[in-house]
């Protein structure tokens, strides 16, 4: 403690818990409590030159339009710390849907809890505030696709590759604000020199965003994303990858009956029979649960202003706007994705590239499963159809005797001919 009270000359607060359902006792600890607990020490710091707190672009997601200011909270955070104090668990559960009000979850609202923590016990600190939209996957640095953990879209591109996930509750059109795990730290290594050097009278915020520079949607992300798992498949995929965004309550509920629940209640049947331990539909509980904490982010669009970053941008040398890039305008979104779903098949799923073949090898033989098992649903269907209507066998009839006219007419001509 005396050694990083008396050493510690720039301070980045990135730690929090970045859990969407943590109790909000919990995320109030984390992403409150312990805001206010590092300011204080950092008021201690005799060589401090700045500290650059991490928040996150969706802290006033009940918002449409985002500037940079920190916006007040119904309820001042000193009151939620003192309440978490002596409330009980039980009420503290209760009472969490009224105070987080239009927050999508605890996370989001304890964030915007802890910007107001910063405003309000800045003290004297050189303070700047950092919101990151959706990290994902590096850009450039150290190499593109770098990823290690499945939070935000990593986890669902597994589940799209594997072939678990056939359709989510979204908007293609809604913009994808994605932004490279590279760029983040490249803007905040920047706002820590301009924070420190230049001392600007009031905090900072700036927008680490893409969709203000370089727009992307949630649909042509998908598209990438199945295209790349076409090419470079997952290995041991459950089935082919195919997926799609769907805005409709009626059609997702169809979409889980069909293509999440009863495949996963089919397979579990069959390991069931083989002896072996069901999971299938246990998985698919836990991936349609993560489903729905995430659906908020990809059914709507914001807008951030940015007019910060663009200002740090340009008080840049050449040569840091180089080495400490985070224009994003310069991103192509095709090949940033392609690397991306590649970097979760090397860094997270630890497949090699060797398996490529082996797991193209495997979709064929998914291919030829779903065909063969559609065509017996279609003959048991259509038997079942038969057997109980008199008009399905007229038009069965009707179907074959069609066939057996052409297939005479052709062999006619073609004796004529010969
Ligand atoms: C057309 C196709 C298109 C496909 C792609 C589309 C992509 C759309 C992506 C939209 C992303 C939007 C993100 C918005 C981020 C906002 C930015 C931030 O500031 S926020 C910063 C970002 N913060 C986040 O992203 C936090 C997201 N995560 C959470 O909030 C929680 O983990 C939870 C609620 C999902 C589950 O909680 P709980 O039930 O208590 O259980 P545990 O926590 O213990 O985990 C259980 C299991 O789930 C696993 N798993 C975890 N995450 C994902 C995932 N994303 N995915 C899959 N799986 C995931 C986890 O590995 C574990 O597996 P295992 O070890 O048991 O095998
Ligand atoms: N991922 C995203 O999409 C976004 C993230 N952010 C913000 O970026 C920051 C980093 O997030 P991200 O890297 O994604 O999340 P991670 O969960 O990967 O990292 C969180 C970090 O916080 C540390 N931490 C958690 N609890 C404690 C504790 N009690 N004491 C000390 N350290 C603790 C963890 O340490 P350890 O590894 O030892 O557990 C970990 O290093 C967060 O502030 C988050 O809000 C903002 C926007 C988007």
Same mark, same amino acid.
């Given at each position: 403690?005396?050694?990083?009270?008396?050493?510690?000359?720039?301070? +980045?607060?990135?730690?929090?818990?970045? /859990?969407?359902?943590?109790? $909000?006792?919990?995320?109030?600890?984390?992403?409150?409590?312990?805001?206010?607990?590092?300011?204080?020490?950092?008021?201690?710091?005799?060589?401090?030159? !700045?500290? #650059?707190? #991490?928040?996150?672009?969706?802290?006033?997601?009940?918002?449409?339009?985002?500037?940079?200011?920190?916006?007040?909270?119904?309820?001042?955070?000193?009151?939620?710390?003192?309440?978490?104090?002596?409330?009980?668990?039980?009420?503290?559960?209760?009472?969490?849907?009224?105070?987080?009000?239009? %927050?999508?979850?605890?996370?989001?609202?304890?964030?915007?809890?802890?910007?107001?923590?910063?405003?309000?016990?800045?003290?004297?600190?050189?303070?700047?505030?950092?919101?990151?939209?959706?990290?994902?996957?590096?850009?450039?640095?150290?190499?593109?696709? %770098?990823?290690?953990?499945?939070?935000?879209?990593?986890?669902?591109?597994?589940?799209?590759?594997?072939?678990?996930?056939?359709?989510?509750?979204?908007?293609?059109?809604?913009?994808?604000? $994605?932004?490279?795990?590279?760029?983040?730290?490249?803007?905040?290594?920047?706002?820590?020199?301009?924070?420190?050097?230049?001392?600007?009278?009031?905090? $900072?915020?700036?927008?680490?965003?893409?969709?203000?520079?370089?727009?992307?949607?949630?649909?042509?992300?998908? +598209?990438?994303?199945? !295209?790349?798992?076409?090419?470079?498949?997952?290995?041991?995929?459950?089935?082919?990858?195919?997926?799609?965004?769907?805005?409709?309550? #009626?059609?997702?509920?169809?979409?889980?009956?069909?293509?999440?629940?009863?495949?996963?209640?089919?397979?579990?049947?069959?390991? /069931?029979?083989?002896?072996?331990?069901?999971?299938?539909?246990?998985?698919?509980?836990?991936?349609?649960?993560?489903?729905?904490?995430?659906?908020?982010?990809?059914?709507?669009?914001?807008?951030?202003?940015?007019?910060?970053?663009?200002?740090?941008?340009?008080?840049?040398?050449?040569?840091?706007?180089?080495?400490?890039?985070?224009?994003?305008?310069?991103?192509?979104?095709?090949?940033?994705?392609?690397?991306?779903?590649?970097?979760?098949?090397?860094?997270?799923?630890?497949?090699?590239?060797?398996?490529?073949?082996?797991?193209?090898?495997?979709?064929?033989?998914?291919?030829? #499963?779903?065909?063969? +098992?559609?065509?017996?649903?279609?003959?048991?269907?259509? /038997?079942?159809?038969?057997?109980?209507?008199?008009?399905?066998?007229?038009?069965?009839?009707?179907?074959?005797?069609?066939?057996?006219?052409?297939?005479?007419?052709?062999?006619?001509?073609?004796?004529?001919?010969?």
């Amino acid at each position: 403690m005396q050694e990083l009270l008396s050493c510690t000359n720039v301070v +980045f607060h990135c730690a929090a818990t970045v /859990r969407f359902n943590d109790s $909000l006792r919990h995320a109030v600890q984390l992403n409150v409590t312990a805001t206010q607990k590092l300011l204080l020490m950092a008021s201690q710091m005799p060589k401090l030159e !700045a500290f #650059i707190h #991490i928040s996150t672009a969706f802290s006033n997601c009940n918002l449409q339009h985002i500037d940079e200011v920190i916006y007040p909270c119904p309820v001042e955070p000193k009151k939620i710390i003192d309440s978490m104090e002596w409330l009980d668990d039980a009420i503290v559960e209760e009472i969490t849907p009224k105070l987080i009000r239009d %927050w999508p979850n605890t996370y989001t609202y304890t964030k915007a809890l802890g910007e107001m923590v910063v405003h309000q016990e800045s003290g004297n600190l050189n303070i700047a505030i950092v919101r990151p939209s959706i990290v994902g996957a590096t850009w450039q640095e150290p190499f593109p696709g %770098w990823v290690d953990n499945v939070n935000g879209p990593s986890g669902l591109i597994i589940a799209t590759g594997k072939g678990f996930l056939r359709a989510l509750r979204g908007a293609p059109m809604a913009v994808a604000d $994605l932004i490279p795990v590279d760029t983040v730290v490249n803007l905040t290594l920047a706002v820590g020199w301009y924070t420190a050097v230049h001392r600007p009278k009031s905090t $900072l915020i700036y927008h680490c965003t893409s969709s203000n520079f370089n727009p992307c949607h949630w649909g042509k992300m998908g +598209f990438q994303i199945l !295209a790349t798992c076409e090419k470079i498949p997952f290995e041991r995929a459950f089935r082919r990858p195919y997926a799609d965004f769907t805005t409709n309550t #009626i059609t997702t509920q169809y979409q889980n009956a069909v293509s999440h629940w009863a495949p996963a209640i089919i397979y579990d049947l069959y390991l /069931r029979l083989t002896g072996r331990k069901p999971r299938m539909t246990k998985l698919m509980n836990r991936l349609l649960r993560t489903v729905s904490v995430l659906e908020y982010f990809v059914n709507r669009s914001w807008e951030w202003s940015t007019n910060n970053t663009e200002m740090l941008m340009s008080e840049l040398s050449p040569e840091d706007q180089r080495v400490f890039n985070f224009d994003v305008r310069q991103l192509n979104w095709l090949e940033y994705i392609e690397n991306y779903v590649l970097g979760v098949k090397k860094y997270l799923l630890k497949e090699d590239m060797a398996g490529v073949p082996e797991a193209k090898q495997h979709l064929r033989r998914l291919r030829n #499963i779903h065909y063969l +098992f559609n065509t017996a649903l279609f003959l048991i269907a259509w /038997r079942l159809l038969i057997a109980r209507s008199q008009m399905a066998r007229n038009v069965w009839l009707f179907i074959v005797s069609l066939c057996y006219k052409c297939i005479s007419y052709f062999r006619a001509s073609s004796s004529l001919k010969a």
